[in-house]
Nanobody
């Protein structure tokens, strides 16, 4: 069973930046991967995707501020988050675009002054 481990979250002031990492326990080079987030009282939403060929796509709410990338040699997917806003506060998870892997524990991102 593939395990996903997210890290890099924390408390940051509005306008700040964070870089999240997601390490998979097996090779994910041929998976289309995504970052999801679940805010307080909200459903889990897909915010950024990257194909096996490194084509990216973003939700409108994060476009121009978040950037997804991958390092297949390290079985890792990253999410660079800039210009953070309070509404970005959520637990962030990674998974395949179709979310067919078991969910990791996520990493908490809190944007607050």
């Amino acid at each position: 069973q593939v395990q996903l481990v997210e890290s890099g979250g924390g408390l940051v002031q509005p306008g700040g930046s964070l870089r999240l990492s997601c390490v998979a326990s097996t090779n994910i080079f041929n998976f289309n991967m995504g970052w999801y987030r679940q805010g307080p009282g909200k459903e889990r939403d897909l915010v950024a995707t990257i194909t096996s060929g490194s084509r990216t796509n973003y939700a409108e709410s994060v476009k121009g501020r978040f950037f997804i990338s991958r390092d297949n040699a390290k079985n890792t997917v990253y999410l660079q988050m800039n210009g953070l806003k309070p509404e970005d506060t959520a637990v962030y998870y990674c998974n395949t675009v179709r979310a067919f892997l078991s969910w990791g524990q996520g990493t908490q991102v809190t944007v607050s002054s």
